[in-house]
Structures are given as structure tokens and as C-alpha cells.
């Protein structure tokens, strides 16, 4: 096992009704907020109301941020820098998805940033300072409530990069798995894919050298597979819903891949799609994961994609490793298909015109530590297989 450092600073408040606990929180430390929030989903379903009630009797200030996109703008970002140094504002309260938390980070990065805010994604700046943030999720995927991440795209140059420093933990977040009831099922089976995703780029990492995480990989995989399918069936299943955003947090919080090197392989291929196309994060890694796994299935890596199959999927460990691989590679995709998401990048009406500059772009972010180095050529291959 590799050297780490564990700190993960966020304090998580999880369960039914623990919005209770969100104005003494924010109260401790900051007195008038920027309340980000998306298209509207969080005023539909009385998460606004029960923040803003919260923000009322501790007598906190607020001034909104709506309208922050899927794949969240840097234009929206700007704006946030803007209303919060006009109107003195001490902290940010994103109330949705990764897009707003995402974007409530990049906002609380840039107030003390001297330029402009796409700087901090699009030169992979480590801000030092942020504003406290503080986050009520609304749906199970991308972990960005408790981990330091926020990804931003700038759809005038066609990029979506991301930027990360310890300063962009969120202080407390809200964990409320019934906010998920109201989430559709096409987004359901995306973030279910997302939070799959982000545990096959630390299992599948060079150095298989800490069993605990590679276990702990392996449960939150076969958590997601029993429950994903649950909470589309029955969207308020509380326990689905329970076990998913769970699931997300711990999926990227850094603890799957302390001790080991970070992979990042489909991640780095989707962004670009995302960047090009707008697609939704999760539906892009659900068509490219499968096809990237044949990709990199060799002599090298069969064993590890045969414990896959065994631990998660429960195929018969005796048979050859190879049979076993392949086998586990199709049960992946199967499940995707089953959730509703959609196979190949022609549903999507994406063809193959900008795959060299996609590849090249990707490639450009490092591919030569990932689980099986990949070039630029490679890159379009497994595009080319998504098609
Ligand atoms: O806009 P609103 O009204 O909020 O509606 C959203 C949006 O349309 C809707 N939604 C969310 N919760 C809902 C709901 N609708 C009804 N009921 C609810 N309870 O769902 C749609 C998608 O929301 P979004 O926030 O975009 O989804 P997600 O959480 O998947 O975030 C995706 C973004 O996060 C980035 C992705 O690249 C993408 O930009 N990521 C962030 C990461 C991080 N910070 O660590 C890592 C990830 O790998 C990922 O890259
Ligand atoms: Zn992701």
C-alpha cells in the first residue's frame, strides 16, 4: 500500500429530517448566503422551503443563484462571484445535484480569485481559500457533497475540465435520502452509473495493494446493483434511495483510493463528450465503461476483471479466468441497459467526426498511469466502438 494522508473534512448529516440541522450549521459560520440552486426541481419538491425555513429562524441572509445548468457554466459561476462581492456574501448553500454543488464550489473558490473564474478549471489551479459551503443533496451520483472536486464547462471553447483543493470541501452537508424521491428514473439510472463509474476507476486501478478499499469497492459495486434497479421501480423506496446516496459519497470521498494511484480513464474520455455534446455525465460513462473494459482486457488484467465478476456479479470463481472476464464485462453492460440507459453513442444521434480531437484533448489530461496506458489512438478505437 501506498503512503496517504486521510482527511475528509465534511461534516454529513444523513437521514430523514435532517434539515434541522442546517441553519445552526451555517449559522456557526457565515451570516448571509448564496443560495444556488437549478432548473427548479428543488422549489417543486419543498427542498427550497425547508432550507429557506431553516435560513429564517437562524436569521440568516440570503441572496439566489438559479438556473445553474446540467454540465454547469462558467457564465453561471460568474455571475455567483459577482452577486456574492456586491452584496457581502459569506457563504454558499447549493440546493440540487453535482451540477450545483459543483458550481456553488467553483463560485466559492472564485470570490477569491483575482481573474476570471475559468481559470481555476481550465489551468487546473489548487485554490487556497474558499467560502464555507454547505450542500443539500438532491440526488445520488457524482459525491460531490463530500469530496473537494468541482467540474465546470465553458461551452464557447468545448471544454469541461475540473479543479480541486481542500478549501472546496464542503463544510456540512445534508444527506436526505426522500430529496431523492422526486428524481426521474432516466436520472436514477445515470447517477447509479456515475456512482458505479467512479468505484470501477479506483478498482481497476495498476497496484492492486489494498485489499480493504478493493473490498469496500466491491460492496458499494453490488450495492448499487441491487438498488439502483429498486429505486426505479419504487422511486421512495427508502432504503434504495438510503443505500444509493451513501453509496455516492463513498464511491469519491477519496477512501477507495488511498494507498493506490487514481486511474480516471472513462472519466476523462466522457468529459469530452460532455464538453462536445452536453451530454448527461452518467448516460456517456454507461455507454463508454463496457467498451473500455474490452479495450483493456488482456492477459495483464483478466484476473482482476474475473474477481470482478466473481465478488460482484457472483459468477463461478473455477472458471477460466477469461470466460470469466468476458462474461463480467457483458454483465455490466446488460445491467446499464436494464436501468434504461442507452448502449451506443448513435442513440444519442453522436457520430464520430470529432473523436480524434476528443481523444487528443483527453489524452492531453494523462492516460500514462491510468489501469492500462491508453494513446490517443486507442482513445478513438473505443470511441469508435461506442458508436
Ligand atoms: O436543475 P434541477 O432542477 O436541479 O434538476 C436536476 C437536473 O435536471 C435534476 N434533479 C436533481 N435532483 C432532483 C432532480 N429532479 C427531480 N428531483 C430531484 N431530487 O437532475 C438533473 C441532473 O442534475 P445534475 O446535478 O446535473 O446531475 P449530477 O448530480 O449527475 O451532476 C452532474 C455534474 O457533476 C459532474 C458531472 O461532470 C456533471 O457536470 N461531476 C462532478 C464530480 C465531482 N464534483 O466530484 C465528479 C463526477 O465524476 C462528475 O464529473
Ligand atoms: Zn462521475
Known amino acids: 500500500m501506498k503512503n496517504f494522508t486521510c482527511a475528509i473534512p465534511t461534516v454529513v448529516h444523513f437521514g430523514q429530517g435532517q434539515i434541522q440541522k442546517l441553519g445552526g450549521e451555517i449559522a456557526a459560520r457565515s451570516r448571509k448566503v448564496l443560495v444556488v440552486y437549478g432548473g427548479g426541481s428543488v422549489k417543486r419538491n419543498g427542498v427550497f422551503d425547508a432550507a429557506a425555513a431553516q435560513l429564517n429562524e437562524h436569521g440568516i441572509q440570503w441572496a439566489e443563484l438559479p438556473g445553474v445548468e446540467p454540465n454547469p457554466r462558467v457564465a453561471t459561476v460568474r ?101 431523492t424521491y422526486s428524481l426521474p428514473a432516466s436520472q436514477t439510472a445515470a447517477g447509479t452509473a456515475d456512482i458505479m463509474s467512479h468505484t470501477f476507476e479506483n478498482y481497476f486501478s495498476p497496484i492492486e495493494t489494498s485489499y480493504l478499499a478493493d473490498s469496500l469497492a466491491e460492496a458499494i459495486l453490488r450495492s448499487c446493483v441491487k438498488y439502483g434497479p429498486k429505486a426505479i421501480e419504487t422511486p421512495n423506496d427508502y432504503e434504495a434511495r438510503a443505500n444509493l446516496m451513501w453509496n455516492a459519497a463513498w464511491a469519491i470521498n477519496g477512501f477507495l483510493n488511498m494507498g493506490k494511484p487514481v486511474a480516471w480513464s472513462v472519466h476523462r474520455m466522457e468529459h469530452e463528450l460532455s464538453a462536445f455534446y452536453d451530454v448527461t455525465h452518467g448516460v456517456g460513462l454507461a455507454i463508454l465503461t463496457p467498451n473500455w473494459m474490452r479495450y483493456v482486457l488482456n492477459e495483464r488484467t483478466e484476473a482482476r476483471f474475473a474477481r470482478y465478476g466473481a465478488e ?35 442513440e444519442l444521434g453522436i457520430g464520430p467526426e470529432y473523436f480524434p480531437e476528443m481523444a487528443r484533448k483527453a489524452r492531453n489530461s494523462g492516460f500514462d498511469r491510468t489501469f492500462v496506458p491508453l494513446s490517443a489512438e486507442d482513445i478513438v478505437n473505443i470511441y469508435q466502438m461506442s458508436l
Open 79 to 179: 455571475e455567483g462571484v459577482r452577486l456574492c462581492r456586491e452584496q457581502g456574501l459569506d457563504g454558499v448553500l447549493a440546493l440540487g445535484g453535482g451540477s450545483v454543488i459543483d458550481c456553488a464550489k467553483a463560485v466559492a473558490a472564485g470570490f477569491y480569485y483575482d481573474g476570471d473564474p475559468w481559470d481555476l478549471s481550465g489551468k487546473k489551479l489548487t485554490p487556497e481559500r474558499a467560502l464555507p459551503i454547505f450542500t443539500v443533496l438532491t440526488m445520488a451520483a457524482t459525491g460531490s457533497e463530500m469530496d473537494d472536486i468541482a467540474v465546470i464547462s465553458n461551452p464557447e471553447t468545448n471544454e469541461k475540465e475540473s479543479f480541486s483543493g481542500p478549501c472546496c470541501y464542503p463544510a456540512v452537508s445534508i444527506l436526505d435520502p426522500t430529496y
Open 312 to 346: 460482484v456479479w457472483g459468477l463461478d470463481p473455477a472458471r477460466p479466468a477469461r470466460e470469466l472476464a468476458e462474461a463480467a464485462i457483458q454483465k455490466t453492460r446488460d445491467f446499464f441497459v436494464s436501468l434504461g440507459l442507452p448502449a451506443s453513442l448513435s
